[in-house]
């Protein structure tokens, strides 16, 4: 069966330092994969999306950016987080039109 | 611009009551629209509704779609306080290489009170 596994679950940075969060997937091959942010009191928002190795679109300008280094791996990263960083990061696979499966997610507070 | 509106954006109800959530939806190129759960942390998948008019069960969980007037309804029988969440409702719209893109809503809190 497939799983998702999303570290770390909470992490707390100082504004200025740099992001490093990950995601693996199991029991799958060639997922899309998806970086989503929620943030208190609003629905999920996309971030990143890939459809392979390699490949990453945006959906919102900012100072993140993701890359996937491997088919099952999608990782999102920052050179230096802003306090409007904080926030829920969840990440996501699907396989074609299927719905998506969540991670547990990552409490980001960046203070 | 693509929008995904639920309400009530809360609702506080006592175990055994009856509740509607509501989903409603402008988005380009829409494809279906899913219902989530979450409890904690990472949402769980309830539905998936492609087609307009049929209900999807599940338990005390039910919901349908209607593409013409462009929402869904999320009904859950019974509540309990295991119940108790945030429901999100996402509109799939279609994208390149048949990428599952999703547009959520901001949620409906549902607290199930004994």
């Known amino acids: 069966s497939q799983t998702i596994h999303q570290w770390p679950a909470t992490l707390v940075q100082p504004v200025g330092s740099p992001l490093s969060l990950e995601c693996t997937v199991e029991?799958?091959?060639?997922?899309?994969l998806y970086w989503y942010r929620q943030a208190a009191g609003r629905g999920l928002q996309l971030l990143f999306y890939?459809?392979?190795?390699?490949?990453i679109s945006s959906e919102v300008p900012q100072n993140l950016s993701a890359s996937r280094p491997q088919d099952r791996q999608f990782i999102l990263s920052s050179k230096k987080l802003l306090l409007s960083d904080s926030g829920f990061y969840l990440c996501a696979w699907s396989v074609a039109l299927t719905e998506a499966f969540f991670g547990q997610g990552t409490r980001l507070t960046v203070v | 611009e693509d929008k995904v509106v639920q309400s009530p954006l809360s609702l506080v109800v006592h175990e055994g009551d009856t509740v509607t959530l509501n989903c409603s939806y402008e988005v380009t190129n829409f494809r279906s629209l899913l219902w989530y759960k979450q409890e904690k942390k990472a949402p769980t998948f309830l539905f998936m509704l492609?087609?307009?008019?049929i209900e999807k069960k599940s338990g005390r969980l039910s919901s349908i779609l209607d593409k013409k007037e462009l929402f869904s309804i999320l009904n859950i029988t019974a509540t309990q306080t295991g119940d108790s969440a945030i429901y999100l409702c996402a509109a799939s719209v279609a994208a390149p290489y048949n990428n599952n893109d999703m547009r959520f809503g901001a949620g409906t809190r549902l607290t199930v009170k004994p």
């Open positions: 492609t087609s307009s008019g």
């Open positions: 890939s459809v392979g190795i390699g490949q």
């Open positions: 029991g799958t091959s060639n997922p899309n």
